[in-house]
């Protein structure tokens, strides 16, 4: 039986089945293990020390019968301030790394630390965090979540003497496997395992070890916990005709989408240049967001409850001192504030649950609007909900695709697919360069982690004479028949014609010679362009472009010294990539 330790010599998919399912089991359990974490720290701090109530979606055991209650309302400032004491302590005395929400910081082990995450991190990370959400702070646990399950990939990729690409590989894979189980959205999970990376790109080799991780973390995590979706399953019906109004929100919430990257960012960025001890920042994080949870207490924590709630129209189970009209206007606003307080100031935390929130009452609030100016066509808020949270979130994250499914799959609202898909795509537009996730790079061309890849020009460097020649060929005197016959065997559809002495007349095309007899120099093509054993493979490359061939041929002083195909190049070229990885390799070392 293959060692752990024999890894590494598989090929691509047996290594990466077996690590999708390690890595699975990883984000099952490290999923548990910070929800009932969190759990806890809520039952010591909100409802014993508070004797606060907070909402539950359906899919954690949640109702739409909702009673908001607070025995000692006026402590939640003073709670959250403690939670995110805590939190600083442990995080700015043990691993300064784990502040902030987790995924960016996953995102940029992959881009710039090939992969490497200290393991101290991962106990800290879920702490912290615990300590932060379960006391009411703004945030999210699926950026713990996912740095959590990045970490341990990390650390078992080394244990396993994984190569650095492998390394990286997992971290992006325990990104995508930890959110998808902690969300209950395993294909979702598994697509934004290859797209959280970039802006503007796909990390292709991540998807098929995504999607085992994602399928197995998924199925602990739901033993547990339950299947059912998050937000429960929504049964309403698609209205084509309401498609504009889609557009319209994914609209507002691009504009949306901006505001809460740049408020967020604002915000972290005046915190850091505060000269106050880090220790100090996220209790006055804490104590500024418990404030503004006085006026609006929705804001606190996760914030699903809430979300549910809305979806279903249950507006009398809010609590506010404003009245609930200008509670739903402003609440967006408000969370975008408070996260921005909670995480910003160096709080532990995701910002992905604050964006479906705030994405949410965006549509909510667009919903109620179009719902008084046309109520036949637009009898229920629920819908815009929905989308509201795909395209904010799909818009601001630059991830609209994984999003996209990880919301479906969250509300079981599969027939809303095409509105969510417009409004998605105009959020995205509308955000432009713009991310909540400042890690991200456009494409694969500006990772560092591609470097190589790109930044050498290996296919001007690659010569002809580097690359096995084929000699293929037809005499100009040869039958159409026999000519049909050795371009058949060898997939060919033109193949090189020379005379006696083989120097190079032209090219006979298969198209010109099917149905014909004769000798096939009388459908010789002159005056094809044709390479030498000293040029290059991005010539020769571009040679076969151009004649629309997989083949070219390598003529010297006119006579044919063979023919160069695609797979032969291509085959030169990968060797010489892995050289040049393993030198950067020993010189970094």
Known sequence: MTSLRDLRSLPYLEKWLIMGVILGIVAGLSSLTFYFAIRGVEYFLLESVIGLTVPRPLGEGG???????????????????AGGAISGLLVYSLAPEAEGHGTDAAISAYHYREGKVRWRVIPIKLIASAFTIGSGGSAGREGPTAQLSAGIGSMIADLM??????RRRAVAVGIGAGIGTIFKTPIGGAILAAEILYKRDLEPDVIFPALVASAVGYSIFGSIVGFTPIFGNYTGSFDPIRLPLYAILGLIAGLMGLFYIKTFYGVHDTFKRVRLSPYLKPVIGGLLTGTIALLAPEVMAT???????????KFTEFYSLLPVLYLLVLLPFIKVLATSLTIGSGGSGGVF??????????GGDVGLLFHFLFPQLVPSIA???IIGMVSMFGGAAKAPLSVLIMVTEMTGSLQLLPGAMIAVAISYLVTGNQSIYRSQVPTRRESPAHASEYEQALLAKIKVAQCKLRDIKVSAISPVEETISIMMRNNFFSIPVVDNDDNFLGVAYMRDILGKSGDVGKFVVRGVQTVMRQSSLEEALETMSRTKARWAPVVEKGKLLGVLIMEDAMEVYREELVKLKVGERMSEG
């Open 161 to 166: 003497g994984l190569t650095p690409e492998d």
């Open 63 to 81: 109702s739409l019968i909702f009673q908001f209650h607070a025995t000692r309302y006026y402590l939640i400032p003073f709670v959250v301030a």
């Open 383 to 385: 819908p815009f909900v």
């Open 303 to 313: 914030g699903y409850g809430w979300i549910n709630l809305l979806e279903y129209e």
């Open 353 to 362: 649950a604050p964006g479906m929130f705030i994405g949410a009452f965006v």
